[in-house]
């Protein structure tokens, strides 16, 4: 990667937003991953996870170099904590290496830390069911 980025988050969902589309776009998964608390719970891989499971599954789907867009739709605070609610849309390879494009909408929380900065504590992507 040739410039770091800016992994600051700020009160603006938007900017928020723009900050995980970054960091999920530059396919370093050690990278995204500070976005998140260690105990955050992600199903961004299809499967519920936490932990270092969370961590090597998010490394190795990154690892892909998967493209991202995501627009916030809503956006709820209370005190510390913050629920967006997000349409995306990822292009990636699928296992057959052939070009794939998952759309859906997810529901994120985040929380601030102790030292006051928002932080990722659930990344519950659903995706939208294909049209037959």
Known sequence: MSQALDLTLTDDPHQQND?????????EGAVFDQLYRSDAISN????????????????EFLATKPKLTAT???????????L??????????GAD???EKLDGRCTDVLVRD???R???AIDRPV???PNT
């Open 19 to 27: 900050v995980f589309t970054d960091a999920f776009n530059s396919g």
């Open 44 to 59: 961004l891989t299809g499967r519920t996870l936490t932990g270092p499971e969370r961590t090597r599954a998010i490394t």
């Open 84 to 93: 967006l609610i997000v349409d995306f849309s990822v292009e990636a390879v």
């Open 127 to 129: 995706m939208h069911t």
């Open 114 to 116: 102790e030292n006051g």
């Open 72 to 82: 916030v739709r809503r956006t709820y605070r209370t005190g510390d904590t913050m």
């Open 97 to 99: 290496g052939s070009p």
């Open 118 to 120: 928002w932080i990722m």
